[in-house]
């Protein structure tokens, strides 16, 4: 075992102490919505790899079930549960119910005491299409077992080869731009550890 391999850490993301949402944006003359309308992702797991000495070499992985959105707004004359079937059908969660983020370039700077700024450059893979994707993001470590990482990127569904810009045979419009924010808490794997 060499020196790299044994100082190189895995935390996995810590879904309940983490938070990830994604933002529709309502378009043209909306009744609906007073406001734009947000989801939370309920279902999500990650893992960020790192060797902590220098936080260099990082690798992020992120897969995220999208059949699990669950709004965090006021549904208007729209029922909450009705919002969420609509909008998941639109994304066409039931054919490809899943997000896969992988990274393939991960690039730092120090900002300060155990602070970060990131840039991330991976593969978004969204209803089976996978495209280049970049985020940047604020990490901080806590302590040596916890690292927390936040910012936020945009999606354009149309390049996945979805619509989303008419759902509910066009009750509801949307611009064709989703904002995803997200506050991940990853906590170091210590069994893995153990057992190299």
């Known amino acids: 075992m060499t020196h790299e391999k044994h100082n190189l850490v895995r935390f996995t993301i810590d879904a309940k102490s983490s938070r990830l949402t994604v933002q529709a944006f309502a378009s043209g003359f909306v009744t609906v919505f007073t406001h734009s309308p947000r989801f939370a992702v309920r279902n999500f797991v990650g893992e960020i790899t790192l060797f902590p000495e220098s936080m ?76 280049a994707t970049g985020l940047d993001a604020q990490v901080a470590t806590i302590g040596e077992d916890t690292l927390r990482a936040q910012g936020s990127f945009s999606i354009v569904p149309s390049h996945f080869g979805l619509n989303i810009s008419c759902i509910a045979g066009g009750t509801l419009k949307f611009k064709d731009d989703l904002k995803c924010e997200y506050d991940l808490v990853a906590r170091r794997d210590v069994d893995v550890e153990r057992a190299r």
């Open 56 to 131: 260099e070499s990082a690798s992020v992985h992120l897969l995220i079930n999208v059949r699990s959105l669950e709004i965090t707004d006021k549904a208007g004359n729209f029922d909450r549960n009705e919002i969420e079937r609509l909008f998941t059908e639109a994304l066409e969660a039931n054919k490809i119910p899943t997000v896969d983020y992988r990274s393939s370039r991960v690039s730092l700077a120090k900002t300060g005491d155990d602070m970060y700024r990131v840039s991330v450059l991976g593969d978004l893979n969204l209803h089976g299409i996978t495209r």
